[in-house]
Nanobody, 127 residues
């Protein structure tokens, strides 16, 4: 099992920045990739960014490319999501997730690849 705990959410004005953290514990050696997803009120959960645990290959949704940066610190078993130039439409609950399936990095866009999820952290961007 892998346990994930997110932190760093909050309220920020449009144009501002936040950094989310996701600390992993347990069987972290089994992790192939980590992802960030978000779910806005009344909408389905959607992919935002992913990174392979060892190689550091990254993927982004078009909506956040150039504004969000995913990174990881393997020594701390932590993945980060640096969010810049935030917009009101970025308001959502953000979830991190861990995938144990080494099918290739492009699969990390698919939330069905993830077996472990954090509890979520709220990000609210005011206009």
């Amino acid at each position: 099992q892998v346990q994930l705990v997110e932190s760093g959410g909050g309220l920020v004005q449009a144009g501002g920045s936040l950094r989310l953290s996701c600390a992993a514990s347990g069987r972290t050696f089994s992790i192939y990739g980590m992802g960030w997803f978000r779910q806005a009120p009344g909408k389905e959960r959607e992919f935002e960014a992913a990174i392979t645990w060892n190689g550091g290959i990254t993927y982004y949704a078009d909506s956040v490319k150039g504004r969000f940066t995913i990174s990881r610190d393997n020594t701390k078993n932590t993945v980060y999501l640096q969010m810049n130039s935030l917009k009101p439409e970025d308001t959502a609950v953000y979830y991190c997730a861990a995938s144990p399936y080494p099918r290739g990095s492009r699969w990390l866009r698919d939330q069905n690849e993830y077996d472990y999820w954090g509890q979520g952290t709220q990000v609210t961007v005011s206009s």
